[in-house]
């Protein structure tokens, strides 16, 4: 059949382009014409050509905050996706419950980041917080202030408590658009709770699932303020991840060329790993 | 328009503007010749025309990150390298 062709849809994207371009476009180029030059302030720049990136690469400061946040970003999926996907297939789907369920859920969305950090800084306090306190009284050796391993616990526990809601929120639209007739073919059938779970629930929440781990790979890639917030990257470097080195650089150095060059390194890396995953879990929806 | 803020320089004017080159170009070469349906090449899995442009244009970055971080800041190389591999995503993948 010939297809009809119409371009006026093209004017219906304008607003977003012009949109796009004012938000991320021309704040991009500006950074990429940074990153090629030095400045002291004054809108002087003096032309540097790829030594930033050169530093970049050979910086181990730069390598240590991708490592950390590169574990940092599988240990939030490793928890957020699973825990997310169970705490969804045990809320109710009819009832009074529901409500309660969804408000319950959405409310750590409700908070700004700022105010998490806030909360879960006074929390963990050894002195004042419930957590810390309590964790002290039990005998516990906890101390997020000092130790390394305790501040990572306590802003992976944080970054759960935050954003798992997110990933159930998605998952729990995926599994009540299933229609009952599914359930009911499973049941005739004999199927296992696992069997209704691995060959009906989980192929249903597929896409949705594919919408959660980017969200949520992209975010915890690009977290910064809860630990900046809860721990300022300390102990030490502990808990300093690629953003709050970013600031550092940028902001308290006042190293723009070297922060531009870092900036596009880190925008790659995320671009790329997106990709990665947004294809393999497109095709693999596609191969099915 | 003061645009002195954004510090403009010739090198990366050009490289904008042969980014933007090649987009109006794919729209060009769609328009001219329609032929960017998926398809599925070495990958194996599918590509349409754009998604061809834009592992070129994100393998390039990488293969000139890659230069500067293992071998120097001599890029003439690593552009060399980029133009074939975009050649041969445009050709296999």
């Given at each position: 059949m010939e297809k009809t062709w119409n371009n006026k849809a093209w004017f219906m994207v304008l607003p977003v382009l012009v949109l796009v371009a004012f938000s991320a476009v021309i704040p991009l180029m500006t950074v990429v014409n940074y990153s090629v030059q030095d400045t002291f302030g004054g809108n002087q720049?003096?032309?540097a050509g790829a030594e930033w990136f050169e530093e970049m690469l050979h910086s181990d400061r730069f390598w240590a905050?991708?490592?950390r946040n590169?574990?940092?970003?599988?240990?939030?999926?490793?928890?957020?996706?699973?825990?997310?996907?169970?705490?969804?297939?045990?809320?109710?789907?009819?009832?009074?419950?529901?409500?309660?369920?969804?408000?319950?859920?959405?409310?750590?969305?409700?908070?700004?980041?700022?105010?998490?950090?806030?909360?879960?800084?006074?929390?963990?306090?050894?002195?004042?917080g419930l957590l810390g306190y309590t964790l002290?009284?039990?005998?516990?050796?906890?101390?997020?202030?000092?130790?390394?391993?305790?501040?990572w616990v306590t802003v992976i526990v944080m970054d759960v408590w935050h954003w798992t809601s997110l990933v159930v929120l998605l998952c729990y639209a995926g599994l009540v658009s299933i229609p009952d007739a599914f359930y009911q073919a499973a049941k005739i059938d004999g199927a296992s709770r696992w069997a209704v779970f691995r060959y009906i629930q989980l192929p249903k929440m597929q896409r949705v699932l594919l919408i959660a781990v980017l969200l949520r790979f992209m975010d915890s890639f690009m977290i910064y303020t809860e630990?900046?917030?809860v721990t300022g990257g300390g102990p030490g470097n502990s808990t300093t991840f690629l953003s709050i080195d970013l600031v550092k650089m940028a902001v308290g150095q006042f190293d723009l060329g070297p922060a531009a060059a870092m900036s596009i390194i880190y925008f790659l890396i995320v671009l790329l790993l997106s990709?990665?995953?947004?294809?393999?879990?497109?095709n693999y929806d596609v191969e099915k | 328009m003061d645009l002195s803020w954004m510090a403009w320089t010739l090198p990366t004017a050009a490289f904008f503007i042969t980014?933007?080159?090649?987009?109006?170009?794919?729209?060009?070469?769609?328009?001219?010749?329609p032929g960017g349906n998926p398809r599925v090449g070495i990958l194996r899995f599918e590509t349409t025309r754009g998604d061809r442009l834009f592992v070129s244009l994100l393998g390039s970055a990488f293969i000139h990150l890659a230069w500067l971080g293992l071998i120097g800041p001599n890029l003439w190389w690593a552009l060399a390298l980029a133009v074939v591999y975009a050649i041969g995503v445009f050709r296999f993948v």
């Open positions: 720049f003096f032309w905050a991708m490592g590169l574990i940092f970003s599988a240990i939030i999926l490793a928890i957020q996706i699973p825990l997310g996907i169970f705490i969804a297939l045990n809320m109710p789907r009819k009832g009074w419950g529901v409500p309660v369920c969804l408000v319950l859920m959405a409310l750590p969305l409700l908070i700004p980041w700022n105010v998490v950090g806030t909360i879960w800084q006074v929390f963990g306090r050894i002195d004042i002290h009284a039990l005998g516990f050796d906890y101390n997020y202030v000092n130790d390394p391993f305790d501040a630990p900046f917030v990709w990665v995953f947004y294809t393999v879990m497109t | 980014i933007f080159l090649m987009l109006v170009g794919m729209g060009v070469w769609e328009y001219f010749s």
